[in-house]
RNA sequence: GUGGGUAUGGCGCAGUUGGUUAGCGCGCCAGGUUGUGGCCCUGGAGGCCGACGGUUCGAGUCCGUUUACCCACCCCA
């Protein structure tokens, strides 16, 4: 047998509703804020990633989905979807047009990645960008877009973590300043944050090994180094988060591991599905237009991971809307039955009601367990006396009652069902 | 890339110190008197026991290799 591809994931059918509710609570509550779909490619050129989510970072050096194609040029499965937008914008000319401009996305990307609870080498995501606004108010709308998504799906226990690791402006002082904190104790990193030390520092924050997290925690915090503009920035934010009745936390080692951040990071962290518990994280990217290419425009957005969604929702025992169960299952008995059973449930169907009827050629008792199973609200038998007198008896499942109704017309049989 | 765990009918699991026709639950299919579901009962289909190679008279059960899946590190959504 051929299997599927490791990390790639089927979704079957007890799956689908669970996507499709998430999908459709993110596109209404986008409309609510004003955010316009787009969609993008899903390879593009692999300097586009390479150059946008940033060369040093562990997705473009180790985790990308990379190929020649057939004419040698380089491609990449887009491992996110910020970079795509942004050059989207550039190459559509829109960041001379009407600002802001409000943009979400629901992508399938790709990392290789060795899978585990909450990550697979495909995954599903859904995300904003919102260019042209330097406001911290922009900022504090991304996050309550957000938050509004996961608290309208029934997620619990999630927290918001907040901080702000400058901009290119301060950002220098504070990188010194942490590479003279941590060469101190040089010899005790771990391997990987000894390499850290010359390529990028900050990451060191929020290594999980106990020693280099023990050494972190006396490390000088990002908001010490702050700008005025970006302290004031970040102090605004918190400001309005407050009035918004977004509860928060500052989390001075939180660093995201793409390169384009500035200002304000953020993630929405759920305890209890795993190891992966970043069900959302975001940021403001001021510079990554300019480094496209394109003006200097700024940017904010963020991206969650629907199969965390899921696993965040389950937890909290969220419910998810089921598909339609059948309002009707006609029952034939015979051949010339059947055919009348098809042309009643086509009928039912054009009138707008969900009605099913056999095509397995079952018994009477074995239709009646099968509409059982599937849900059917009532069950309608066609015999050979039912299709002479077009009068049947309508059996209500739930609770056994039987009445007789004409069912020679499907649209006056559809109203009698509403 | 590095650890640890698991691989037995569609799903979840048993399988004794290696030994006759590999079991159970759920599910699926069909019946339980003639045209009626959910409970119950009966019967049935479905597995070369992940793959390959060894040890042995004989292996699902022992040894080796390999693959896949799961969890974790790393990183991220």
Redesign the pocket.
């Known amino acids: 047998m051929i299997?599927?591809?490791?990390?790639?994931l089927d979704i079957l059918p007890e799956q689908t509703p669970a996507f499709a509710y998430i999908e459709k609570t993110a596109r209404e509550i986008c409309e609510r804020y004003g955010y316009r779909e787009i969609r993008t490619p899903t390879f593009e050129a692999t300097e586009l990633f390479s150059r946008g989510v940033g060369d040093t970072?562990?997705?473009v050096q180790k985790?990308m989905y990379t190929f020649p194609d057939k004419e040698g040029r380089s491609l990449t499965l887009r491992p996110?979807g910020t970079a795509s937008v942004v050059r989207a914008m550039i190459e559509h000319g829109r960041c001379g047009g009407v600002m802001p401009e409000k943009l979400f996305y629901l992508i399938n990307?790709f990392?290789y990645?060795?899978?585990?609870?909450?990550?697979?080498?495909e995954?599903?995501?859904f995300?904003t960008e919102t260019f042209g606004s330097p406001s911290p108010y922009t900022d504090a709308t991304v996050i309550a877009l957000a938050n509004d998504v996961i608290r309208a799906l029934g997620i619990r226990d999630v927290s918001l973590h907040l901080n702000s690791i400058g901009c290119p402006a301060c950002r220098p002082n504070y990188r010194k300043a942490l590479a003279e904190y941590f060469s101190r104790y040089k010899s005790e990193l771990c391997e990987?944050c000894r390499g850290?030390l010359e390529t990028n520092p900050m990451?060191i924050l929020?290594?999980?090994?106990p020693i280099c997290g023990k050494i972190a925690a006396q490390a000088p915090k990002t908001l010490d180094y702050l700008c005025d503009d970006c302290r004031g920035h970040f102090e605004t934010l918190k400001v309005s988060l407050s009035d918004l009745g977004i509860p928060f936390e500052i989390d001075t080692h939180l660093?995201?591991?793409?390169d384009y951040y500035t200002k304000t990071v953020f993630?929405?962290v759920c305890g209890g599905i795993?190891?992966?518990?970043?069900?959302?994280?975001?940021g403001r990217y001021d510079g990554l237009v300019r480094q496209l290419g394109g003006p200097d425009l700024p940017a904010a957005g963020?991206?969650?991971?629907?199969?965390?969604l899921i696993l965040a929702m389950e937890q909290a025992g969220a419910e998810i809307p089921q598909p339609k169960t059948p309002v009707l299952y006609i029952a034939p008995?015979g051949e010339e039955a059947a055919k009348k059973a098809i042309a009643l449930t086509h009928g039912l169907r054009a009138a707008g009601i969900v009605a099913e009827c056999d095509l397995?050629g079952?018994?009477?008792?074995?239709q009646?367990?099968?509409?059982?199973?599937i849900g059917a609200a009532h069950?309608l038998?066609?015999?050979?006396?039912?299709l002479e007198s077009g009068r049947?008896?309508l059996?209500?499942?739930?609770?056994?009652e039987?009445r007789e109704v004409d069912f020679s017309d499907a649209a006056a049989l559809a109203k009698v069902l509403c």
Not at 255 to 258: N, P, S
Not at 302 to 308: K, L, S, V
Not at 395 to 400: N, P, Q, T, V, Y
Request: contains cysteine; positive net charge; charged residues 30%.
């Open positions: 299997q599927k591809m490791r990390g790639t970072t562990d997705v985790e996110e990307c990392r990645e060795a899978p585990q609870a909450g990550r697979s080498r995954f599903f995501q995300g990987t850290r990451r929020d290594c999980k090994s660093v995201r591991g793409l993630e929405f795993g190891a992966q518990s970043t069900v959302c994280g975001g963020f991206a969650m991971g629907i199969t965390r008995l397995m079952r018994s009477l008792k074995s009646m367990k099968y509409a059982d199973k069950t038998i066609l015999g050979s006396s039912e049947g008896v059996r209500r499942m739930a609770d056994g039987q």
